[in-house]
Structures are given as structure tokens and as C-alpha cells.
């Protein structure tokens, strides 16, 4: 069964969001993962940093960062707000 995910308006993610902090996976360390926590430093969700870089696709280096944070803002799943 697959389901929709519904993402929060940014204005509202930015709201929520406290960090999006970059660690390894306790699974496999040979991978990247930036994981989004709330204000009251709950866990939201993780993205998979190789997917990002994949996904934000070619840009300035010095811009890649702050792209990347836009994207996870802008792909915060509605459920969050539950946390």
C-alpha cells in the first residue's frame, strides 16, 4: 500500500525545525545522513546526504549547503507537526 506524504508549507518547517544535523548511519558508516530534529531536539526525519547531492543536482559550491537545506524545508512530511 503506498501512501501520499503530504510535506509542511515552509513558512510552518521553518518554524519547527531547530537543526538538521549531519551524522553517520549507525547501519552502514560508510554512509551520510542529515537528520532533522525539532526545537525540542526530538528526531523529525533523515535524508540520505548522497540523494540530496543527486536530487539538488549541479550548483556552486558555495551555495550547495544552503540548497540542500531549502530542499529538506521545503520536504518536511505534515506528520511532523506531531512530535
Not at 38 to 62: A, H, M, Q
Request: aromatic share 8%; proline share 4%; net charge negative.
Amino acid at each position: 500500500m503506498s501512501e501520499d506524504i503530504k510535506f509542511l508549507p515552509l513558512k510552518e518547517a521553518v518554524q519547527i525545525v531547530g537543526a538538521i544535523q549531519e551524522e553517520e548511519d549507525i547501519h552502514n558508516q560508510d554512509r551520510q545522513i542529515l537528520t532533522v530534529y525539532n526545537k525540542d531536539d526530538k528526531e523529525i526525519c533523515w535524508f540520505d546526504f548522497e540523494e540530496l547531492e543527486k536530487t539538488v543536482g549541479e550548483c556552486p559550491k558555495d551555495q550547495k549547503k544552503e540548497m540542500i537545506e531549502d530542499y529538506i524545508l521545503k520536504h518536511i512530511p505534515d506528520w511532523a507537526r506531531e512530535i
